[in-house]
């Protein structure tokens, strides 16, 4: 079965510094992979996605995320945080190796607190 | 591209009363997904479509809730009866047939449901 872990409730950054927001996956077949970010009362957006390819994916907003199989992780990253980053990030997986379904799994979410 | 538009942004009714929320997909997009969204259980897949077909409805909860996609511009979400327990933010989500290029999930800014 499909299935996505992040393993933190809340990460902690000071503006700066460099964040990362941790994502485990599990499918049977090749994994297509998304990262998500929700604001206050507002639908979730897409920031980036891998579906093959190059390893580390860049996005929006400075995002990237580094698609590691063996550990089966796509961690979210960022260089430098801004105050404004500070949200609720989804991780999203689809079994690449099932039907054209579109449909998706995912986490439970992370709440990224920046401070300045 | 206006995006994913669902109505109404809020609604409070008392117990018992039906529900209607609604969603307009992004024009084209081939599948529509409704999902909700508690602090208890975070986002949960409860229908999606896929041109106008329910595909798996594994996600509803209970008899009371039903979905509908009449056409490819218009779907409705219905429960009835509501009770407190269906509080929670309700979105609607939307997406293009990917093919080779697996396509993102657009979503609307969701509907907060809060039954009294």
């Known amino acids: 079965a499909q299935s996505v872990a992040q393993p933190e409730d809340q990460v902690n950054v000071a503006e700066g510094n460099p964040l990362t927001v941790k994502c485990t996956y599990s499918v049977s077949g090749n994994p297509y992979l998304f990262w998500y970010v929700q604001y206050p009362n507002r639908g979730l957006q897409f920031l980036l996605k891998?579906?093959?390819?190059?390893?580390l994916v860049k996005g929006s907003y400075g995002f990237e995320a580094e698609f590691n199989k063996s550990q089966t992780s796509f961690h979210l990253k960022k260089p430098s945080a801004l105050v404004s980053d500070s949200a609720l990030y989804f991780c999203?997986?689809?079994?690449?190796?099932?039907?054209?379904?579109?449909?998706?799994?995912f986490g439970q979410g992370t709440t990224l607190q920046v401070k300045p | 591209d206006a995006g994913v538009i669902q109505s109404p942004r809020h609604e409070v009714t008392e117990m018992g009363q039906e529900v209607t929320l609604r969603c307009k997909p992004i024009?084209?997009?081939?599948?529509l997904f409704w999902y909700r969204q508690t602090m208890m259980r975070g986002l949960e897949l409860l229908i999606y479509?896929?041109?106008?077909?329910?595909?798996?409805d594994s996600g509803m909860p209970e008899d009371r809730f039903s979905a509908k996609m009449p056409n490819a511009s218009f779907s409705t979400l219905k429960i009835q009866p509501s009770e407190p327990r269906d509080s929670a933010v309700y979105f609607c989500a939307s997406s293009p047939r990917g093919g080779v290029d697996v396509q993102p999930q657009h979503f609307g800014d969701g509907t907060r449901l809060s039954i009294l």
């Open positions: 999203a997986v689809r079994d690449g190796g099932s039907s054209n379904t579109g449909k998706l799994i």
């Open positions: 891998y579906i093959t390819g190059d390893n």
């Open positions: 479509f896929n041109n106008n077909v329910p595909i798996d």
């Open positions: 024009s084209g997009h081939d599948y």
